[in-house]
């Protein structure tokens, strides 16, 4: 994979979270897995961004680039987060008014799904964090 492909699959799955934030923001008397939920994506973001600038502004000749595309492969960390975001998404997203209505009722069930995602975000960030150390050193 090269950098244009590795920069893209981490722009998707920023996209992605952004849309399960900005749907977790607007649940009214949302609960606290909700909340922690949305704010621990916006920590995801912010580091794969930087993941990303820092990928864009480098050579794949270094030798931490070879991390970051261990990252992004197909089944790897990145892709399973991605799964993890867009099955979480599925649940939460209002498809119609009466969906919406019906997710205030559903919270329940989608607190085991949350807490699979949140587990995915911390490896994802500390996985992140690792690479981007790897070019420092």
Same mark, same amino acid.
């Given at each position: 994979?090269? *950098? !244009?492909?590795?920069?893209?699959?981490?722009?998707? #799955?920023?996209? %992605?979270? *952004? &849309?399960?934030?900005?749907? =977790?923001?607007?649940?009214?008397?949302?609960?606290?897995?909700? /909340?922690?939920?949305? %704010?621990? &994506?916006?920590? @995801?973001? &912010?580091? +794969?961004?930087? +993941?990303?600038?820092? !990928? @864009?502004?480098?050579?794949?000749?270094?030798?931490?680039?070879?991390?970051?595309? &261990? !990252?992004? $492969? /197909?089944? *790897?960390?990145?892709?399973?987060?991605? +799964?993890?975001?867009? *099955? +979480?998404?599925?649940?939460?997203?209002?498809?119609?008014? !009466? $969906?919406?209505?019906?997710? #205030?009722?559903?919270?329940?069930?989608?607190?085991?799904? %949350?807490? $699979?995602? =949140?587990? $995915?975000?911390?490896?994802?960030?500390?996985? #992140?964090? %690792?690479?981007?150390?790897?070019?420092?050193?």
């Amino acid at each position: 994979m090269d *950098g !244009l492909s590795a920069a893209a699959s981490i722009i998707t #799955v920023v996209q %992605i979270a *952004g &849309a399960v934030i900005t749907y =977790l923001s607007d649940v009214k008397d949302a609960p606290k897995e909700c /909340k922690t939920c949305r %704010i621990e &994506a916006s920590f @995801s973001n &912010a580091l +794969l961004l930087r +993941l990303e600038d820092h !990928l @864009s502004g480098s050579n794949s000749t270094e030798p931490w680039f070879a991390d970051v595309q &261990a !990252l992004t $492969r /197909k089944d *790897g960390p990145l892709d399973q987060y991605r +799964l993890a975001l867009e *099955g +979480l998404l599925a649940k939460i997203e209002p498809k119609s008014k !009466l $969906r919406k209505a019906l997710n #205030v009722l559903l919270w329940k069930s989608v607190k085991d799904d %949350i807490a $699979r995602v =949140l587990m $995915r975000m911390e490896r994802v960030k500390t996985l #992140v964090t %690792i690479a981007l150390e790897l070019d420092h050193l």
